[in-house]
T-cell receptor, first 114, second 112 residues
Framework: EAGVVQSPRYKIIEKKQPVAFWCNPISGHNTLYWYRQNLGQGPELLIRYENEEAVDDSQLPKDRFSAERLKGVDSTLKIQPAELGDSAVYLC????????????FGEGSWLTVV | QQQVKQSPQSLIVQKGGISIINCAYENTAFDYFPWYQQFPGKGPALLIAIRPDVSEKKEGRFTISFNKSAKQFSLHIMDSQPGDSATYFCAALRGNTGKLIFGQGTTLQVKP
C-alpha cells in the first residue's frame, strides 16, 4: 500500500514568488494534516482536515498561506508571496479516525526561499 | 512554551550498546505518546507508541518506558546498530486533536 505522497520533493524559489505543494494521503484516511518542520526542530501543525473540512487552522499564517482539500482526498498548500523565513520542510500526514491516533507522514516538500 | 522537552540533543553509542532518549511533558491531558524516527531527507516514520495506561511497551529492539506520575517517558534502543543512526523525536497528543507536540529531537549516531 502506498504511503503519503507529496510533490514536489524540492523547490527553490525567489522571495515574493508563489509556491504550491500537493499531497495525496494514504487511501481511506479521512484526516489530513500539514505540518511544517524548520531545520533542527520537530514538526509543527499548520492545518488539519477532517474529510473536506478544515477543523484546525489556528497555526496557519492566513495572510500568505492557504490550503484546500477538495473532495476530501488530495490537498494543496499554497504560499503567496513566499518569504525567506518560509524555508522549511512541509510535511503532509494522514490518519484514519477509526484506528485511533496513528499519524503517518510523507517524505516532505523541501522549500528554499532565496 | 515547550510542552515536550527531549534530551539529550545528540547521542553517540557504540554498536551493540543501549541508546536511551528521554522526554518530559507538561500537559496531563496528553494521552498518546509516539516516537518517530527520521533519516536525512525523509519524513518522520512512526517507530513505536504508548498510552498512559501502560508503563512499558516493547517492539523488537525498541522499548518505551512510561512514568505517568513523573510525566516522563523514554525510548530504549537495545543492541544499537549503525542503521539506527537517525534523528528521533518524541511526541505527545491529546485525544483526537491531531496536533502532535514534538520534542526538539535527538540525533543518534551508532559507531561501528
Amino acid at each position: 500500500e502506498a504511503g503519503v505522497v507529496q510533490s514536489p520533493r524540492y523547490k527553490i524559489i525567489e522571495k515574493k514568488q508563489p509556491v504550491a505543494f500537493w499531497c495525496n494521503p494514504i487511501s481511506g484516511h479521512n484526516t489530513l494534516y500539514w505540518y511544517r518542520q524548520n531545520l533542527g526542530q520537530g514538526p509543527e501543525l499548520l492545518i488539519r482536515y477532517e474529510n473536506e473540512e478544515a477543523v484546525d487552522d489556528s497555526q496557519l499564517p492566513k495572510d500568505r498561506f492557504s490550503a484546500e482539500r477538495l473532495k476530501g482526498v488530495d490537498s494543496t498548500l499554497k504560499i503567496q508571496p513566499a518569504e525567506l523565513g518560509d524555508s522549511a520542510v512541509y510535511l503532509c500526514a494522514s490518519s484514519f479516525s477509526g484506528t485511533g491516533n496513528t499519524i503517518y507522514f510523507g517524505e516532505g516538500s523541501w522549500l528554499t526561499v532565496v | 512554551q515547550q510542552q515536550v522537552k527531549q534530551s539529550p540533543q545528540s547521542l553517540i553509542v557504540q554498536k551493540g550498546g543501549i541508546s536511551i532518549i528521554n522526554c518530559a511533558y507538561e500537559n496531563t491531558a496528553f494521552d498518546y505518546f509516539p516516537w518517530y524516527q527520521q533519516f536525512p531527507g525523509k519524513g518522520p516514520a512512526l517507530l513505536i507508541a504508548i498510552r498512559p495506561d501502560v508503563s512499558e511497551k516493547k517492539e523488537g529492539r525498541f522499548t518505551i518506558s512510561f512514568n505517568k506520575s513523573a510525566k516522563q517517558f523514554s525510548l530504549h534502543i537495545m543492541d544499537s546498530q549503525p542503521g539506527d543512526s537517525a534523528t528521533y523525536f518524541c511526541a505527545a497528543l491529546r485525544g483526537n486533536t491531531g496536533k502532535l507536540i514534538f520534542g526538539q529531537g535527538t540525533t543518534l549516531q551508532v559507531k561501528p
